[in-house]
């Protein structure tokens, strides 16, 4: 039987996305939690998104959008997806996370130092306080009510 040169990539696809949803219940389960005041927040969800597109709409209006033959393309997009999340502080885009139900905030604590909130809650009114896991320096997942 002949397989689509496109399954491995599904597959692939697919175990990513089991991976990231292991790894963010085994961090709000088993890192040790605070407690964290947030003084001001405001949504950062989708900053990078239109940056990305910027990046990414000759590609998407091109003719030709073929990984297998083409691998410049591939590196080039994996590569503008690297940069806008390790050099730009930009995190917070991430699709799956997305689709898990999770929310990005830029949050600041009582003396004013911002910090990321990954959060499944919708935050409506600062002074709230969240019990956390610190994910990094500057990154904290809320861990429950």
């Known amino acids: 039987m002949h397989w689509p040169p496109w399954l491995p990539w599904i597959v ?3 175990l990513l996305v089991v991976v990231c ?3 963010l219940r085994y961090a709000a389960k088993n890192i040790e939690k605070s407690q964290f005041k947030v003084k001001e927040f405001e949504r950062s ?5 239109a ?3 910027t990046y990414l709409l000759p590609f998407l209006a091109s003719e030709k959008l073929e990984f297998s033959g083409e ?6 997009i994996l590569l503008v997806i690297f940069l806008s999340v390790s050099h730009a502080d930009a995190v917070h885009f991430n699709p799956v996370m997305g689709l898990f139900g999770y929310h990005f905030y830029a949050v600041k604590d009582g003396d004013g ?3 990321l909130l990954i959060s499944k809650d919708t935050l409506r009114r600062p002074d709230r306080e969240l019990s956390v896991v ?3 320096n500057s990154i904290y997942l809320q861990a429950g009510k």
């Open 12 to 14: 692939i696809a697919v």
């Open 21 to 23: 949803w292991l790894l």
């Open 45 to 49: 969800d989708k900053e990078v998104l």
């Open 51 to 53: 940056f990305l597109l």
């Open 71 to 76: 691998w410049m393309t591939g590196v080039y």
């Open 113 to 115: 130092v911002p910090y």
């Open 134 to 136: 610190r994910l990094s």
